[in-house]
């Protein structure tokens, strides 16, 4: 059973700085499992902020290119996501998900970020 833990998230002013953890659970490691970012805004529909593949490759929505950086330590089976430059329509409910080639079967509970001006 594959568990996702988020954490790391909070309230800041616009131009400061998160990095939200994912700790997960119950899977091995395979170059073909993917995990990403999500996130939720109040009234909207949950896009994606960031993926990482088995192999290292990343890939992130324009909206976040250049302040986001994903990344994992494979040791602690840890996803993180930086965040800096954050702006008020960052605010939103974060999500941590995995699966095999980036079919995001296993979702967290989400963590909130609000950025205030």
């Known amino acids: 059973q594959v568990q996702l833990v988020e954490s790391g998230g909070g309230s800041v002013q616009a131009g400061g700085s998160l990095r939200l953890s994912c700790a997960a659970s119950g899977y091995g490691y395979s170059r073909y499992y993917c995990m990403g970012w999500f996130r939720q805004a109040q009234g909207k529909e949950r896009e994606k902020v960031a993926s990482i593949g088995g192999d290292g490759t990343t890939s992130y929505a324009d909206f976040v290119k250049g302040r986001f950086t994903i990344s994992k330590d494979n040791a602690k089976n840890t996803l993180y996501l930086s965040m800096n430059s954050l702006k008020p329509e960052d605010t939103a409910m974060y999500y941590c998900?995995?699966?095999?080639?980036?079919?995001?079967?296993?979702w967290g509970q989400g963590t909130q970020v609000t950025v205030s001006s």
């Open positions: 998900a995995a699966g095999y080639y980036c079919a995001f079967a296993y």
